[in-house]
């Protein structure tokens, strides 16, 4: 698989389009498919990665071709390995001092909110849901130490302001497990 140094993420709003863009996507620009698939309530999602370059070729591509069904757009350099590692596959640690959760309308909110907040405090992400189940919201789930996981929220909130709409965030100290455990499932 390439480097993954640059993502880029394109949200639509119709399943037969986003098939048929990542054709258009994967055609255009040595990119590789991270994943692609319907998701709810009838969005579909389209990951890629490579070189920057390469990226926003097929981003731009993406974009031109999907249209007026194209509701969320990101790509990202120098990309946060963890935040694709996170996606839709969580992993819980040892011992958790605190959690925090991220809540966007869109997926892409959650995916930004993600880089921001890891670069910005020493936390790990648990989790990123993008859509599935939950009528096309996301939510980034990470833990650290109470101040980290404070700072980190923060961080994710304010960088993703520009380009998503923020439902909630929350800090927890000392969750239970069994919270944890439901968070992530």
């Not at 490579?50 to 120098?78: D, F, K, N, P, W």
């Not at 993703?160 to 000392?174: C, E, F, G, T, Y």
Request: with cysteine; proline share 3%.
């Amino acid at each position: 698989m390439k480097k993954m140094d640059t993502i880029g993420f394109l949200e639509l709003n119709s399943i037969a389009k986003g098939i048929e863009v990542v054709d258009y996507m994967l055609k255009a620009a040595d990119s590789t498919l991270i994943m692609a698939r319907a998701s709810c309530p009838g969005k579909y999602y389209i990951m890629i990665c490579g070189h920057v370059g390469a990226i926003e070729r097929s981003m731009e591509i993406g974009v031109e071709q999907g249209g007026r069904y194209v509701v969320g757009e990101l790509t990202i350099s120098r990309v946060d390995p963890t935040v694709i590692q996170a996606i839709n596959m969580a992993k819980i640690p040892e011992t958790i001092q605190a959690i925090g959760v991220l809540e966007y309308y869109s997926a892409t909110g959650s995916i930004i909110a993600a880089d921001f907040a890891v670069k910005a405090a020493d936390v790990e992400l648990l989790a990123i849901q993008l859509g599935t189940g939950i009528a096309g919201k996301s939510f980034v789930v990470l833990t650290g130490d109470v101040a980290s996981v404070k700072t980190a929220v923060e961080a994710g909130a304010k960088g993703a302001k520009d380009q998503a709409m923020l439902i909630n965030k929350i800090v927890l100290s000392n969750p239970r497990p069994e919270l944890v455990d439901s968070l992530i499932q």
